[in-house]
């Protein structure tokens, strides 16, 4: 109980001035800019035309999804509705929105909603109209909390906005919403009056065909009247019609609003104005009329292909293709201009037949005369009224010249003097060339003549020849350019071949059989080849890998696999030589593309007869590859008097071809003159001149011939020392060397036997030497003892080319100590000198 | 001050007689079903009780989420008071608690619960307001556009922890005499935001698993719609 009055002031104060306080706090969140119009497509709405719809109307728009937050969706949203209905509930959210559920006869609800202009932005379009609507419900009701039922007929007009679902009282079933309420009109029916609405109020109509719309009348406050229809703003070429042309009293109903296109209505959108009259009143609405083009019967030609290259005297052909469209039925007839001087151009078929559609191969024929180059060819296409062209590249080229070419293999090769080369003349035509070519070579230089075999390549003129180069022993050396003319069918053509002619290395005796592989693979003999390789290829004549000179070479691996191929010739080289020289041509190609790693290498050796290794001449690898061959040269000198292999050998890896290609081997010996006398002291002990033979012991015995110390070859030999007593023997010979020598070797062969048993101390000693004619020594060329004591002999040989134009003394001195007897045992002494 | 009384009664008394005239003679009470009440703009949602036991939700058909990740939001000023923040460890991730009955539900449903992501305090002063859902609806708003909450992803539930001494509404109804904790979904541009509205309750107990229930709620719910 209020007992107190200012119990009851504090009551009534509290009761007037708490709800407004809170009502003005709060705003929305969700779409609130769409709800309150602040969001960016607010401008869209069309404020000025407001659209007669109804309850029903609205609840048929589908609702969008996803709805947009801050944006509209049209038409709904971006349209401001009028809608005739009953205010059944209402209530104020706590966002301060005035939420009104609206009614129509039939019973379907839906919620418009007056936002509280306090949570309107300033910016807002519907900021006037929101205030209004809010005014006129407040000198209508007042809204609270909680839901209050009302049966109020109301005109509400307001904006369309799509709600996210989340149970609200009478919402429609697509969540549409006038929202916000920018007028409403309680009681609107005290006025006769009727609505009028177009459904849908948007439509197109393609030009020659029609379209409708439905224009929904409804009448309110006891009108009773027809109600005329007419349209207005129609665009040019379209009619409209009514059916019916009015709707009947009392002035409720429908109206289908038919617009009808004629074939040349103007195209685009345009805004009719539905004017409805009766009993004195007159509503608008408009309908969105689009206007669209039709279809024109037409066509489309192509070529394929767009370009064609055609050679004098020949022809070629593109096809040409149309397809019809918007309803093109008649046949195409087709032409060809633009062309080159020379050409013709055929359709087949000449046209397309109706309807249009189809292909036609165009055929160009030029002549052997027509103007060569590229022209554009238009191909003109022309039916039911229309033409179209397209066009095609055409390029007359020149007809081919019969003409050959000459080519030769190798470009360049080497012959030694008295000896031969050949190279591979080949010839290949084109343009229908079809002679014999003759072949001739010129620049040959003096004592060196060309031939060819075959002396001509046969017509059509395709082919090959081989020229043989032969050079006499006196054959200008150097290098020349060899030109090679062929001629056939009026036309020449020449090619060069560039001649290297050698002179013979170091004279003398040539001792390798088959140097140049030129027996072929059949007869490689004296060589032994062998190969890893499943096959034998290794003696070669195929052009892949040409010879250097002839037709064959020894073509070593090449193969991009693990491979080793070798090839030997044993040969004995005279004792009696004073120069002995290997050379052989070499061409190295390889895939390999290292420049730092040999991957395959060919090791070029001596060996002897049981295939021991005595000397590495050399090893190549595909780090040494180059164009064409080059000569190597080996001196051999120091294995003469020996039986050696020459033996190459090239290894290949895994992968990654190095061909060692070799040809044109020679092992030159020079057979000197020799300068000493008896040196196989075969002259025997009593007649020793020209040695001087002088020994410590008595009696002198030193020219031998018993089997105690047999010789190295022959009866007699130099036996000195083996008392095993103190014993100085000598032996030596005086000899002048030529000042023109080029080489001065002195060998002989040496055997050592001893009973001494130390293998440190050199007890006993045979001193080689070279003194002058008066027994100076002018150098001490070896020293042997009993400590190199060995079965048989031993070869030794030094270069005495330095003594070259003196008179020396070559001088063996054996010196034995008190005990233990060594012998120094000396046969085959020479001194071989080259000039 | 009786003249004053009865000028003032003069005044009101009379105009609201007027007003009461233009009224609806039967006002209609907010519909409430079950556990869905009226929120603040219009709809409905989903509350826990106030008086809730704990048990099990009733299933439904309901879509569920797939998978749920709890985003703290302690928001008041009185979680910077050392002795209530002491309460946010066993708020801070529900699911690896595992001693909440409704928790339960989500793995007969083969929901994932994923781990909690970081805690965000607002510790704005806030005790002498109201907070009602349109309030919690902007402050979710300003917290995505400011970026101080991650984005909403499909699993993303925000759980927000009111401070003690602030008074929580959702239409009608209020927090500790209606309900223990709401739940409820928005659109904003960051998308669809899940939200969790816990109150303060002095029994920590009955905090978490109030907490534990709304969110189970959501996960099978997450549209706070009534059921068909």
Known sequence: MLRSPRRILLVLIAVLLALPLNLAAQCGVERESVKTGTDPDAGLVNLNSPTNTTIANMRAFAMPNPIPPNNRVAPAETTVWVINATLTLFKLESDSDYHLVIQDAAGNTMITEIPAPTCVGSTSPFLSGITNARQKFDAMFTATTSFQTVNVPVQVTGVGMFDFAHGQTGAAPNQIELHPVLDIIFNPSTTANFSLAASPTSLSVTQGQSGSTTITTGVTGGFNSAVSLSASGLPAGVTASFTPSSIAAPGGGNSTLKFTASSTAATGTSSVTVTATGGGVTHTTTVSLTINAAATPNFAVSASPTSLSVTQGASGSSTISTTVSGGFNSAVSLSASGLPAGVTASF????????????????????????????TVTITATGGGVTHTTTVSLTITAAATPNFTVSASPTSLSVTQGASGSSTISTTVSGGFNSAVALSASGLPSGVTASFNPTSIAAP???????????????????????????????????????????????????????????????????????????????????????????????????????????????????????????????????????????????????????????????????????????????????????????????????????????????????????????????????????????????????????????????????????????????????????????????????????????????????????????????????????????????????????????????????????LQTSFVLDDVSLQVAQ | MKKLIFCILLLTVPAATALMAQQPAQPANAPTQGNFVPDDDGGLTEIVPANFQGTSRQSSALPVMKSVQQVSIFLGAAWGDQQVRSRQTGLLDLAARGNQPALADLQSRKVEMLPAANKVEDLSDLSKNTINDLTIQRKLSEMLESKVIPLPAASTVYVIFLAPGINSTLGQSKAVADYAAYHNLIHLEAGEVRYVVVPYHNSADTHSAAAARALVDTAFNPTATIPN
């Open chain 1, 348 to 375: 087949n078929p000449t046209s397309i037949a109706a309807p249009g559609s189809g292909s036609s191969t165009l055929t160009f024929t030029a002549s052997s005369t027509a103007t060569t180059g590229t022209s």
């Open chain 1, 461 to 819: 003129g395709s082919g090959s020849s081989t020229l043989t180069f032969t050079a006499s022993s006196t054959a200008t050396t150097g290098t020349s350019t060899v030109t090679v003319t062929a001629t056939g069918g009026g036309v020449t053509h020449t090619t060069t071949v560039s001649l290297t002619i050698t002179a013979v290395t170091g004279g003398g005796t040539q001792l390798l059989g088959n140097p140049g592989f030129e027996n072929g693979s059949s007869s490689p003999s004296p060589w032994t080849v062998a190969t890893t390789q499943a096959t034998n290829r290794v003696i070669n004549n195929t052009s892949t890998e040409p010879p250097h000179s002839g037709l064959w070479d020894a073509w070593l691996d090449g193969h991009g696999s693990t491979t080793t191929d070798s090839i030997l010739q044993q040969v004995t080289i005279p004792a009696n030589t004073a120069a002995v020289t290997l050379s052989f041509w070499l061409h190295i190609d390889t895939a390999e593309t290292s420049t730092t790693t040999a991957f395959d290498t060919l090791s070029v050796q001596v060996r002897n007869t049981s295939g021991t290794v005595l000397s590495t001449l050399a090893t190549f690898s595909n780090l040494d590859h180059a164009t064409g061959f080059q000569q190597k040269t080996f001196d051999l000198t120091s294995f003469k008097g020996q039986t050696i292999q020459i033996f190459l050998q090239g290894s290949e890896d895994t992968t990654l071809q190095t061909s060692f290609v070799v040809d044109d081997f020679a092992l030159n010996v020079t057979a000197g003159t020799e300068l000493i006398g008896n040196g196989g002291f075969e002259n025997g002990s009593a007649n020793p001149a020209p040695w001087t033979v002088t020994s410590t012991h008595t009696p002198l015995d030193i020219i031998n011939n018993s089997s105690s110390e047999p010789p190295h070859t022959g009866t007699w030999d130099a036996w000195m020392d083996g008392f095993g007593a103190t014993t100085t023997d000598t032996v030596l010979q005086q000899v002048t060397i030529p000042s023109t020598a080029t080489a001065a070797t002195l060998s002989f062969w040496l055997h050592i036997d001893t009973a001494e048993t130390s293998t440190t101390t050199a007890f006993d000693t045979l001193t080689v030497q070279v003194r002058d004619s008066s027994g100076a020594v002018l150098s001490t060329l070896a020293t042997f003892s009993n400590l190199n004591h060995a079965t048989g002999y031993q070869q030794k040989s030094f270069d005495l080319t330095s003594f070259k134009g003196q008179t020396v003394q070559i001088f063996f001195q054996g010196k034995e100590d008190s005990t």
